[in-house]
């Protein structure tokens, strides 16, 4: 008894003797940072736990609220998974009004989205907008219609109309990255512009098209020719709804990439896109291509499917969450997001979003609400505030959970670490998991605000603060 009481102090000794080296390793590596120039008019934070127990083994400035950048979206993902189970699908359907009689369709053909931030999307086989158009043009067939007396109609209701988190900036709406969150998602909600630079610099540029076609979207070219080897500082300028998009900045002369930008209205293009497939298929459509939303404006009202022909099921949430953390896609998050609000009974918002993450951590762990200060569910904000001690909390609480390895999966390698980046103007930020040399499971949480020069070089220094725990 005495030598097992003996073996356990011993090893009760060992591990405590290799937490406070550990923590003097972060703590020496962590004050370098801390003193380095770059950081003279900045903050940072880094806080460090034990993955297993929940130990905190560092932390500077751990209560302190700082911008998380994309990291955020791992807070959304462990929310989604927690709340909605890695299984989880969306549903869209497709169904019409009226009668059917002699293939006649009096009525409106009706898609109705339920927020699938998938649909379209060519990340997935099964929800290619080809695959999914074809899909749909096979069930208006087999339902016998021929010819369609009234509308082709996308119910994009669901999520309001509210499509853009508060904060978001006016720089960032217009491009791919800031596409807005709609119930009916249509291609990632964005599209590409063939763009050929111009024969000098400071040419104007020439706009060669969209990718795909664009149906009554005025694209307004202000872009220049840049010198060659200065790459891509396109912008594009848009609001939600709008029909015109002014596009701005320079386009190298040695550059060959197309740009991408957010659709303004997603289910307008989803509504096109069927009703050209129809009629260049035999399906005769005598009304317009529209939406819930314009229909509510004008006025004109519209009922529900009564009947529904298609019932589409999108890839399971375990990869969605892979690729929004793989790739770090907005719409994704803020999808889900609201997706998280409507199935907690609430009303498909971004604000209820945020206030079931917050209320769900409170409740579960017990996490003060003001140390999650968001407004959205992908970090584009820039006033976001969180600190990293709760986010290291709450990617500690999903070590044991089932669904873990899923979310470890879809976490990106950065300097040879399974960690989320984020990056928005002088923000820089990492989150994720590392296991030590002495074989700890660690979680850490790591943000850097207001840093002066080079984002590669703080990067590379950051990434040096972070070698201590490996």
């Given at each position: ?17 290799n937490a406070q080296t550990l923590e003097k390793k972060i703590a020496a590596a962590y004050a370098r940072f801390e003193a380095d120039p770059q950081l003279k008019y900045g903050n940072s934070s880094l ?424």
């Open positions: 008894m005495k030598r097992i009481f003996f073996s356990f102090c011993l090893l009760f000794c060992h591990l405590i003797n806080t460090v736990l034990n993955a297993q127990t929940g130990e905190i083994i560092f932390s500077r400035k751990g209560d302190t609220g700082l911008a998380p950048a994309s990291t955020l979206k791992t807070v959304t993902s462990v929310t989604a998974f927690s709340l909605l189970g890695k299984d989880f699908r969306w549903e869209t359907t497709l169904g019409y009004t009226g009668a059917i009689n002699n293939g006649v369709l009096s009525g409106d053909l009706i898609i109705t989205g339920s927020g699938d931030p998938t649909l379209g999307s060519n990340r997935y086989e099964q929800s290619k907008s080809t695959i999914l158009l074809n899909r749909w043009l096979a069930a208006v067939r087999k339902s016998g219609i021929q010819k369609i007396q009234g509308r082709v109609m996308a119910d994009d209701r669901l999520f309001g109309t509210q499509s853009l988190p508060q904060g978001w900036i006016w720089q960032d709406i217009g491009n791919y990255y800031g596409a807005g969150a709609t119930s009916a998602t249509w291609e990632e909600n964005q599209f590409g512009l063939l763009i050929k630079p111009g024969a000098r610099m400071g040419d104007p540029v020439v706009f060669q098209g969209t990718d795909p076609l664009m149906a009554g979207l005025k694209i307004v070219n202000e872009v220049t020719t840049g010198a060659a080897g200065s790459g891509d500082n396109v912008y594009a300028y848009s609001a939600p709804y709008s029909d015109i998009v002014y596009v701005r900045g320079t386009y190298a002369s040695d550059l060959r990439k197309t740009i991408m930008l957010s659709v303004p209205d997603p289910a307008s293009q989803l509504s096109a896109d069927l009703r050209v497939k129809l009629t260049q298929n035999g399906v005769l459509v005598s009304g317009e291509a529209t939406t819930a939303r314009k229909i509510s404006i004008e006025k004109t009202g519209f009922l529900p499917a009564s009947v529904i022909l298609d019932r589409y099921q999108s890839p399971e949430l375990s990869k969605v969450v892979y690729w929004l953390n793989q790739k770090s896609l907005n719409l994704y998050a803020e999808n889900i997001l609201k997706t998280i609000a409507i199935k907690q009974g609430k009303k498909g918002s971004f604000a209820d979003g945020v206030e079931v993450i917050k209320d769900y951590w409170n409740k579960r762990l017990g996490l003060d609400t003001d140390a999650l200060d968001i407004l959205d569910g992908s970090g584009l904000s820039p006033e976001n505030r969180i600190t990293t001690l709760t986010m290291a909390r709450i990617l500690q609480s999903a070590i044991k959970e089932p669904w873990y390895n899923s979310f470890y999966e879809s976490l990106p390698l950065y300097n040879n670490m399974k960690m989320k980046s984020g990056s928005i103007r002088n923000v820089l930020a990492y989150t994720g998991y590392e296991k030590s040399g002495d074989g700890t499971p660690l979680v850490f949480s790591f943000i850097t605000d207001h840093y002066n020069g080079r984002t590669s070089t703080i990067r590379q220094k950051m990434f040096n603060v972070l070698d201590v725990l490996k």
